[in-house]
């Protein structure tokens, strides 16, 4: 693919589905901004994506913090004209519901909601002047209901699927493709088969089908699709799944 006058700018580019989604970006010719907590535990993915032939420029940066923001989506913007920004924070955590204390609570909503606005606002910004762009949002089956040890993380990602809806009618007339797309599912991580271990034990960890799981790749592609979509037949919500999931 020939190098695109663009930037994709990934904010949670984690080591599973962030990278996927860095990785199937840069392999589309994006000049891709990729930012986590820790700047350090980008390097793989630098090295990554530069062997493949890719661009990229990595950062540190607490999406929580306005500044932080604003100077990696205006560094992105200058180094190419950013066309595509993907909100990926997690902040998956399970506590009671009378455990979940008022930090965890306040610093779940920061994570999965609060910096969700602070990344689509500052995006957005930047987008207008140049008439186009997409605006991206990973949600999870907390977005849509309410789990079971889930309420500090049910809450933010329900905030940011109805922030993202707000932002999809406000910007979708000019010519800004606002998107969330629901994961619901377990993802083929490292965290995610370690719960699996731990709650069914280490013979059915073994025993899972390959495809049981969601691969990140998939969600990589899926983003991918969206960013496709005509304008005539722009989608807002994405639901993803495994054929085995329960829903």
Known sequence: MAARQATAAVIGAGDFIGAAIAKKFAEEGFLV?????????????????EKAGGRVSARGLDARKEEDITAFLQEADRAAPLEVCIFNVGANVNFPFTETTERV??????MACYSGFLAGRE??????????GHLFFTGATASMRGGLGYAAFAAAKAGLRAMAQAAARELGPKNIHVAHLV?????DTAWVRERIKEREGAEALAALPPDRLMRPQAVADAYWSLYQQPRDAWTFEMEIRP?????
């Open 33 to 49: 901004f990729a930012g986590r907590r820790t700047a350090d535990k980008l390097a793989p993915l630098v090295a990554d994506i």
């Open 105 to 110: 609570f306040r610093k779940v909503w920061e």
């Open 123 to 132: 995006a957005a910004r930047l987008m207008l002047p140049h008439g186009k």
């Open 183 to 187: 994961i619901d599912s377990g993802v």
């Open 243 to 247: 054929f085995a999931e329960k829903w």
